[in-house]
């Protein structure tokens, strides 16, 4: 087994001293840290991406993999030049305003991430507004909208029209999410694609930027 594959593995099974451990060993022999991040940290959230959206695996393993990824990406982010190392594309999320549930919309977080996304985070109850700020603000290739309940499904909507409104609308890509979504809800409201769970997130949100 390479290096790059024992540093994925180690990330598959959450190990996360030894992911350190291997990375260092993995600078040590001269492997340039762009490669680690791609064949071996994000190579292994893939796996894990994979096995969450057949239900192989749930949320508990997956945050264990996404913890073990960060510690290696907290080592080898300092040695990666912004002009060597870009992201996929920038991605904006929040849970909708007037709900407060954060695991589902954490968990898309954290698997954009381990995808090779920068991921901005802006936590929960985030109105219409503060949305179209951060997309002001960001710039981001991708704005992700979770709902857990259906009485925060309008602001949703709201947040579509309030980009149109602002002349944004055609600068990002909307993608929603949650228990309460469908498809068809987020054709209704003009968003650019919806994804029932976080692995299918990953595979939408790089449909949409390749």
Do not use: C, W
């Amino acid at each position: 087994m390479s290096q790059l594959q024992s540093i994925a593995e180690a990330v598959i099974r959450g190990e996360f001293p030894e992911t350190q451990r291997l990375i260092d060993e993995a600078l040590e022999n001269g492997v340039k840290p762009v490669e680690i991040i791609n064949n071996g940290l994000i190579a292994g959230m893939q796996v894990i991406a994979d096995r969450f959206k057949r239900n192989e695996i749930y949320v508990p393993e997956v945050s264990i993999a996404a913890r073990a990824m960060n510690a290696g990406l907290n080592i080898v982010k300092p040695l990666v030049s912004e002009t060597n190392m870009k992201p996929v594309a920038k991605v904006i999320i929040g849970t909708m305003k007037g709900d407060l549930h954060d695991i589902g919309k954490k968990l898309v977080a954290m698997m954009l991430e381990g995808a090779g996304f920068a991921v901005i985070d802006l936590g929960i109850d985030v109105s219409p507004e503060k949305f179209v700020d951060a997309v002001r603000e960001y710039r981001p290739q991708i704005m992700a909208m979770s709902a857990l309940l259906t009485t925060t499904m309008p602001a949703m909507a709201g947040s579509v029209k309030l980009l149109e409104e602002s002349g944004l609308r055609s600068q990002v890509k909307v993608i929603v999410g949650g228990a309460p979504i469908t498809d068809a809800y987020a054709g209704k409201i003009g968003a650019d694609g919806y994804s029932p769970d976080a692995g299918s997130a990953v595979d939408l949100a790089k449909s949409l930027v390749s």
